[in-house]
Every structure is written in structure tokens, then in C-alpha cells.
Nanobody, 125 residues
Framework: QVQLVDSGGGLVQAGGSLRLSCAAS????????MGWFRQAPGKEREFVAD????????KYTDSVRGRFTISRDNAQNTVWLQMNSLKPEDTAVYYC??????????????????WGQGTQVTVSS
């Protein structure tokens, strides 16, 4: 079965950086896209970034655009999220996710089929 392993979270001061990683297992697993969501306590899971497998097209939520960069290595079924200029509002559990569907709009939780266990990102003031 497909398994996603995400890591790289930690505690960082505002303005600092973190790099999250996610590796997907499965010999025949070829997701159409992989991305990142985040969830703060008491909040709904929120889309952060997505990248397509075929073309490397990226999408970002407005609040992180220009600060975060998503990248991928199809041969390794791996994605990264480079997070710069972190703000306290970025504090959340970050989840790697993979989708097997095409969706033209803003990526939604429901469109993703596989999820990592989550990694905590805490940004202090």
C-alpha cells in the first residue's frame, strides 16, 4: 500500500526557515500531484501548496506565496516545501498529501487520497 512519510518540522523564530520533506512509497504509485496542507488547533485543514507530477506546475495559497517554495523529484516520489520568512501565523501541523485526480480550482482536502502523519511547525514571535 502507498505510504507517505513527512518530516522536517521544528521550532523556529519569526523570519527563520524550515524545509519539509515527504517521500511516497509504492513501486507503481504515480500521483498526478503532491502537496502540503496545514492544520492549526481548532482550525480546518488548509491548503498550502501543490505541484503536478507531469509539468511541475505549482499552486500556493495567497498567504505563503513568495515565501514558500514547493519542489519535487518524480524519480523518488519526493516533494519538499522550503519555508522562508516564517511568521507566527504559519504555526500548524503540516501534512504531506498525494492526489490521483485533476482539479482546476484551489486544491481541497477531499481531492487528495493519501496523507502523511504530519510534522509540527512552530514559529515564535
Amino acid at each position: 500500500q502507498v505510504q507517505l512519510v513527512d518530516s522536517g518540522g521544528g521550532l523556529v523564530q519569526a523570519g527563520g526557515s524550515l524545509r519539509l520533506s515527504c517521500a511516497a512509497s509504492g513501486r507503481t504509485f504515480r500521483p498526478l500531484g503532491m502537496g502540503w496542507f496545514r492544520q492549526a488547533p481548532g482550525k480546518e485543514r488548509e491548503f498550502v501548496a501543490d505541484i503536478t507530477r507531469s509539468s511541475g506546475i505549482t499552486k500556493y495559497t495567497d498567504s505563503v506565496r513568495g515565501r514558500f517554495t514547493i519542489s519535487r523529484d518524480n524519480a523518488q516520489n519526493t516533494v519538499w516545501l522550503q519555508m522562508n520568512s516564517l511568521k507566527p501565523e504559519d504555526t500548524a501541523v503540516y501534512y504531506c498529501a498525494a492526489r490521483t485526480t485533476i482539479y482546476a480550482g484551489t486544491p481541497k482536502v477531499e481531492r487528495y487520497d493519501y496523507w502523511g502523519q504530519g510534522t509540527q511547525v512552530t514559529v515564535s514571535s
